[in-house]
């Protein structure tokens, strides 16, 4: 039958448009209430044309739904670029740390929690053929600083703080290559937690450009500087006023003034891709850094406490400083203070080119100065920059009592003169770990946590990385890491032989390390032990998997043939593995070996030898083997014993001050 239509009195569309038709529904009986003695049948009646009316309103809201439009690319792109901003840590990757499903936010620890708190179910295993590789995955988000932290610091103030400025080639993190930056960048924390006024100059490297937190341009400056030209047997010297630009920024949490030409067009200083790396003349270059770094002190202002300089690159500052800046009146407050980290590089300097600090290198250049002892009679004499700023500094520090006990004697070569005539201002300072970077308990780069009393995570770290790198995954063979610069003082030899005897002995290998001695071992990383289960040679720079390596390792190897101090066997005990170590410089400082009856129990550690032969690493690795074999109890008390060691900044930061304030009496 035909369906007559009407409108429904009272019912209107949700949304009144005049492009929405007004609906029709079907004809129903009137809705009034049916009068008193009406028959069932008209009940029914009634019913069915209510329900009727109420199916026609269902299909009305139906017809009134707004239609979906699908969103053009550029609206979804928009969409996505507004979730980005609005999150940008999930764009970062940092959603999915280690690979995992669920996002993890970073959050305030309770004191002594663990950062991960993974189970074996919780981590997503790794596999050797992973594209990044997987120790390039995400770190988790590193801990929020809490309250307790707070207070924590606060007691650790000195109610009388010093201002240091810190003159060096090198910072962590973004201005490393080896122990010098590190060194800088844990001092300078520690003494800024201690309260003290810390700044850190710095050259402004092409390499670091963009990487610096709060980079702000200061001031253009002129620095005196000569340059040295020779025509036809004839020698000229020019002075000029070099336009020098001083910027402020923060590194590694610690306040730097950073030093450069500022003139691109003009002058290739620091310019390169890396730390030493550029096509400049590098001996010109620091020579000109000293003098910009004093001249920017006093045109700015500064008139620090301490001026503290590192290594031949920055001497001439302690030069300069007494014989132009003091003596003629301007920074009067400082005294300077040295630290020596490696005596391997000294600055040789013909006493020509020390007119790079805009001074002449004549005055210089007596035996009581900076006169390079191997060069008398030659004509004329050479200067040596590390030894010069050794007569010319108030306190002259190396980085472990060894190494300056070993300087006083052969080991400084033709400064151990020099060395022991200033012998009253010389000692050894032993480095110190940064546990904001270096802590096994709130390591952002391992898959899982641990601490003494609960170190499940460690076991956990040695199957990632074995399964990452695509080892046998076996609990029960002991692995040995290393993580070296591959260069002769690192003791490339005895590695080598260290890898096929952990090999011989059943053991695995983990090498992380590159150098100019490098090209055995890529050949052997090639050929030797290309589907090696237990050996992996990993020739390249890699921070973050040096993390887990220490966190996974049951022994961590330096068999240096000299350390000034070394890090690595420090870093190890971070993570509770055991170093074995060349007993020489720091290493003989910072390692006692377990089976040593002259030492104390408690401060035994590790293991080490004498000796540079095959023998002496062979016998001392057995030891090692054995206590792994054998393990029990022992080896995890051990362990946990050897974490709670305290190689921290805060007791070398507490030594400096002291010699700080030593120096201003
Ligand atoms: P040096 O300053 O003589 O190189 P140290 O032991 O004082 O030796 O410091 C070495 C530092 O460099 C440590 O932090 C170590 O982990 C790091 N390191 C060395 N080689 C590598 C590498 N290939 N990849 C990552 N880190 C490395």
């Given at each position: 039958a035909a369906r007559a239509t009407r409108r429904v009195a009272g019912v209107r569309p949700a949304v009144a448009s005049d492009d929405v038709p007004e609906p029709e529904v079907a004809e129903a009986a009137p809705s009034e209430p049916l009068p008193l003695g009406s028959n069932l049948s008209d009940l029914q009646a009634q019913l069915a044309a209510l329900s009727a009316q109420n199916a026609a309103l269902l299909d009305d809201i139906d017809k009134l739904k707004p239609v979906e439009i699908p969103k053009t690319a550029e609206e979804q792109a928009e969409e996505e670029r507004l979730a980005a901003i609005?999150?940008?840590?999930?764009?970062?990757?940092?959603?999915?740390?280690?690979?995992?499903?669920?996002?993890?936010?970073?959050?305030?620890?309770?004191?002594?929690?663990?950062?991960?708190?993974?189970?074996?179910?919780?981590?997503?295993?790794p596999t050797p053929d992973e594209n990044p590789p997987f120790y390039e995955r995400a770190p988790y988000p590193a801990p929020l600083p809490g309250d307790g932290d707070e207070e924590a610091k606060a007691a650790k103030r000195d109610p009388n703080p010093l201002h240091v400025v810190h003159v060096t080639a090198e910072m962590a993190p973004i201005a490393k290559v080896g122990g010098l930056g590190d060194v800088v960048t844990g001092l300078a924390r520690a003494h800024l937690d201690a309260?003290?006024?810390?700044?850190?100059?710095?050259?402004?490297?092409?390499?670091?450009?963009?990487?610096?937190?709060?980079?702000?341009?200061?001031?253009?400056?002129?620095?005196?500087?000569?340059?040295?030209?020779?025509?036809?047997?004839?020698?000229?010297?020019?002075?000029?006023?070099?336009?020098?630009?001083?910027?402020?920024?923060?590194?590694?949490?610690?306040?730097?003034?950073?030093?450069?030409?500022?003139?691109k067009e003009h002058s290739n200083i620091f310019i390169g891709g890396k730390i030493y790396g550029g096509s400049y003349n590098e001996l010109e270059a620091y020579l000109y850094f000293c003098r910009a770094a004093l001249e920017c002190m006093r045109v700015s202002g500064r008139d620090p406490n301490v001026i503290h300089v590192h290594e031949w690159q920055c001497s001439a500052v302690a030069m300069l400083y007494w014989d132009l800046y003091h003596a003629e009146g301007m920074l009067r407050n400082a005294k300077v203070m040295l630290t020596i980290h490696n005596m391997d590089n000294t600055g040789e300097c013909r006493q020509e080119e020390f007119i790079a600090t805009g001074v002449s290198g004549e005055e210089f250049n007596t035996l009581e100065k900076?006169?390079?002892?191997?060069?008398?009679?030659?004509?004329?004499?050479?200067?040596?920059?590390?030894?010069?700023?050794?007569?010319?500094?108030?306190?002259?520090?190396?980085?472990?009592?060894?190494?300056?006990?070993?300087?006083?004697?052969?080991?400084?070569?033709?400064?151990?003169?020099?060395l022991s005539k200033s012998r009253m201002k010389f000692s050894g300072v032993l480095n110190g770990v940064d546990e904001q970077i270096w802590d096994a308990r709130l390591d952002p780069f391992l898959p899982c946590s641990f601490k003494p009393g609960a170190m499940g995570g460690k076991a956990l770290c040695k199957r990632y990385l074995q399964e990452g790198l695509g080892m046998d995954v076996n609990p029960d063979k002991p692995l040995v890491v290393c993580v070296s610069r591959l260069v002769p003082q690192k003791g490339v030899d005895l590695i080598r032989h260290a890898i096929s005897h952990t090999k011989d002995q059943g053991g695995q290998f983990v090498l992380l390390g590159s150098g100019h001695s490098d090209p055995p071992f890529s050949q052997a990383a090639e050929t030797v032990y290309k589907r090696d289960k237990d050996v992996k040679l990993l020739i390249f720079y890699s921070d973050q998997l040096s993390h887990l390596l220490y966190a996974a390792a049951d022994f961590v190897l330096v068999p240096s043939m000299f350390e000034p101090c070394g890090l690595t066997q420090m870093i190890a005990m971070e993570y509770g593995a055991l170093p074995i170590v060349r007993k020489t410089g720091g290493l003989a400082d910072t390692v006692f070996d377990l089976d040593d009856p002259s030492k104390p129990y408690d401060d035994r550690n590790g293991f080490a030898f004498d000796g540079a032969d095959n023998y002496a690493i062979e016998s001392c690795m057995n030891r090692a083997f054995d206590l792994f074999k054998h393990r029990n109890v022992d080896l995890r008390q051990i362990q946990e014993k050897v974490m709670r060691t305290d190689n921290t900044w805060e007791k070398a930061g507490k030594e400096y001050v002291r010699l700080y304030r030593a120096m201003q009496a």
């Open positions: 609005a999150d940008p840590l999930a764009h970062a990757g940092l959603a999915n740390p280690m690979g995992l499903e669920t996002r993890i936010e970073p959050r305030v620890l309770k004191p002594g929690e663990l950062l991960i708190q993974n189970t074996e179910n919780d981590i997503k295993w309260g003290h006024n810390v700044e850190v100059i710095l050259p402004y490297y092409s390499s670091i450009e963009g990487k610096v937190t709060n980079l702000e341009h200061v001031m253009d400056f002129d620095v005196s500087k000569g340059t040295e030209t020779e025509w036809d047997g004839v020698r000229e010297v020019r002075l000029d006023a070099f336009s020098t630009s001083m910027y402020t920024g923060i590194i590694g949490g610690g306040n730097v003034i950073l030093l450069r030409p500022a003139s900076a006169m390079d002892e191997r060069t008398i009679g030659h004509n004329p004499e050479r200067l040596c920059l590390l030894k010069g700023a050794i007569v010319y500094s108030n306190y002259v520090t190396t980085v472990s009592p060894t190494y300056a006990k070993d300087a006083l004697g052969g080991g400084g070569g033709f400064l151990n003169k020099t």
